[in-house]
């Protein structure tokens, strides 16, 4: 019953004596020691992160405090063009030319070393100290040789049949764009001279093939011939226009009409007669007569290829307990490097928008003591 009161005698047995220790922590909401918004990331994450490029876009993401924006990053949600300044192993790559990192046209920043290569990565942004000349960094180190050999080969594939549909394509019925990216590598490093110098070297190769479904307006073959009646549906006898939703064409020179919207061929230019030849004849649609507002009647594919291929070489040497030094030489080509821009096959897309980035360093660093001194300054 709910409300019966019962009585339950229990006997307690003393138990063991336990003893434990509990140790906690969590992250600092707010960061005190530094008002710089940003991070790093180690090799073990960029190693084990699956990214479908293989370039710092990538990571830059992944940063609090960077957004994207091609190759010049945003800070603040705010579109500083040239706020940050990109260096590899304390050297500065840049393009000043467009106040941005080393970009490629249309896959960002896949001119610069490879995510495989790189030891640390570290963007600071948004009230960093006055040893950096620009509102945000991106600091970029790369791998170097150590005792004993070290390396790894890697292979990235996007394809067609791997590439799930998008989601306007499924909402239309269309079937998957063709598409094919290949990201391949090898780094490789060792002692060149054991406890004394090093080497590491990495080379990384892309072969992306992207496939454009162009969607357009053409005229038809008639009007190529300079018979433009197409633009009225039917004409008085003498050839003027009598449809009031048609459109009636006039000699520029004379301003008379040109009688059933045909032009003369000898009024039709050379340059006109060779430029035509580069449009494709409409192969499709229901707007097959051309007019300018019928609809889409040609629908084509383009295709495009961006290479590249790129290599880094880092040779450590100790000279002494208090002398290290090391070079760096890096090397990156695309070439050819096609991109769509709206048009078919025949003209209008970028034929060849490749690039060359190449770059050396040589650094020399001594320790002068192993101690922290103190050096007294005046400010005046």
Same mark, same amino acid.
């Given at each position: 019953?709910? +409300?019966?009161?019962?009585?339950?005698?229990?006997?307690?047995?003393?138990?063991?004596?336990?003893?434990?220790?509990?140790?906690?922590?969590?992250?600092?909401?707010?960061?005190?020691? !530094?008002?710089?918004?940003?991070?790093?990331?180690?090799?073990?994450?960029?190693? =084990?992160?699956?990214?479908?490029?293989?370039?710092?876009?990538?990571?830059?993401?992944?940063?609090?405090?960077?957004?994207?924006?091609?190759?010049?990053?945003?800070?603040?949600?705010?579109?500083?063009? *040239?706020?940050?300044?990109?260096?590899?192993?304390? @050297?500065?790559?840049?393009?000043?030319?467009?106040?941005?990192?080393?970009?490629?046209?249309?896959?960002?920043?896949?001119?610069?070393?490879?995510?495989?290569?790189?030891?640390?990565?570290?963007?600071? !942004?948004? /009230?960093?100290?006055?040893?950096?000349?620009?509102?945000?960094?991106?600091?970029?180190? +790369?791998?170097?040789?150590?005792?004993?050999? $070290? *390396?790894?080969?890697?292979?990235?594939?996007?394809?067609?049949?791997?590439?799930?549909?998008?989601?306007?394509?499924?909402?239309?019925?269309?079937? &998957?764009?063709?598409? @094919?990216?290949?990201?391949?590598?090898?780094?490789?490093?060792?002692?060149? @001279?054991?406890?004394?110098?090093?080497?590491?070297?990495?080379?990384?190769?892309?072969?992306? &093939?992207?496939? !454009?479904?162009?969607?357009?307006?053409?005229?038809?073959?008639?009007?190529?011939?300079?018979?433009?009646?197409?633009?009225?549906?039917?004409?008085?006898?003498?050839?003027?226009?009598?449809?009031?939703?048609?459109?009636?064409?006039?000699?520029?020179?004379?301003?008379?009409?040109?009688?059933?919207?045909?032009?003369?061929?000898?009024?039709?230019?050379?340059?006109?007669?060779?430029?035509?030849?580069?449009?494709?004849?409409?192969?499709?649609? %229901? =707007?097959?007569?051309?007019?300018?507002?019928?609809?889409?009647?040609?629908?084509?594919?383009?295709?495009?290829?961006?290479?590249?291929?790129?290599?880094?070489?880092?040779?450590?040497?100790?000279? !002494?307990?208090?002398?290290?030094?090391?070079?760096?030489?890096?090397?990156?080509? *695309?070439?050819?490097?096609?991109?769509?821009?709206?048009?078919?096959?025949?003209? *209008?897309?970028? %034929? /060849?928008?490749?690039?060359? +980035?190449?770059?050396?360093?040589?650094?020399?660093? $001594?320790?002068?003591?192993? &101690?922290?001194?103190?050096?007294?300054?005046?400010? @005046?």
């Amino acid at each position: 019953m709910s +409300t019966q009161t019962v009585r339950v005698n229990a006997q307690l047995t003393v138990g063991e004596v336990q003893q434990s220790v509990s140790v906690s922590g969590e992250a600092p909401l707010v960061k005190t020691e !530094s008002p710089t918004i940003g991070g790093t990331i180690d090799v073990q994450k960029m190693t =084990n992160l699956p990214l479908a490029q293989q370039s710092i876009d990538m990571l830059m993401a992944l940063v609090p405090g960077a957004q994207l924006s091609g190759s010049s990053p945003q800070t603040g949600g705010a579109t500083h063009w *040239g706020s940050f300044n990109f260096t590899i192993n304390g @050297v500065a790559a840049n393009d000043f030319g467009n106040g941005a990192g080393a970009y490629s046209y249309g896959l960002g920043m896949v001119s610069l070393p490879p995510v495989q290569s790189m030891a640390e990565f570290k963007v600071e !942004s948004y /009230n960093t100290n006055a040893e950096y000349r620009n509102l945000g960094t991106i600091t970029m180190v +790369t791998k170097s040789g150590t005792n004993g050999f $070290h *390396g790894d080969m890697y292979e990235y594939l996007q394809n067609t049949k791997l590439n799930a549909n998008s989601f306007t394509n499924n909402a239309f019925g269309r079937q &998957r764009s063709p598409t @094919v990216r290949n990201q391949f590598g090898v780094n490789v490093g060792g002692p060149i @001279v054991k406890n004394k110098a090093f080497f590491f070297f990495d080379y990384a190769g892309m072969r992306n &093939r992207m496939y !454009s479904l162009p969607q357009l307006t053409y005229p038809s073959a008639a009007m190529r011939n300079g018979d433009f009646s197409a633009l009225c549906s039917s004409f008085s006898a003498s050839g003027i226009c009598a449809d009031p939703k048609g459109t009636q064409l006039y000699n520029p020179f004379t301003g008379n009409p040109f009688s059933n919207n045909q032009i003369p061929s000898g009024m039709i230019t050379s340059q006109a007669k060779t430029l035509i030849n580069y449009l494709p004849l409409p192969n499709g649609g %229901s =707007n097959l007569a051309g007019l300018p507002s019928g609809g889409v009647n040609y629908y084509g594919m383009v295709s495009t290829a961006q290479d590249m291929n790129a290599m880094d070489l880092r040779i450590d040497y100790q000279i !002494s307990e208090k002398d290290q030094l090391y070079g760096v030489y890096t090397r990156n080509v *695309g070439d050819p490097w096609q991109w769509y821009l709206g048009y078919p096959s025949t003209y *209008g897309n970028a %034929s /060849n928008y490749g690039y060359k +980035t190449f770059g050396y360093s040589l650094v020399e660093t $001594h320790t002068f003591s192993p &101690r922290a001194e103190r050096l007294p300054f005046l400010l @005046v």
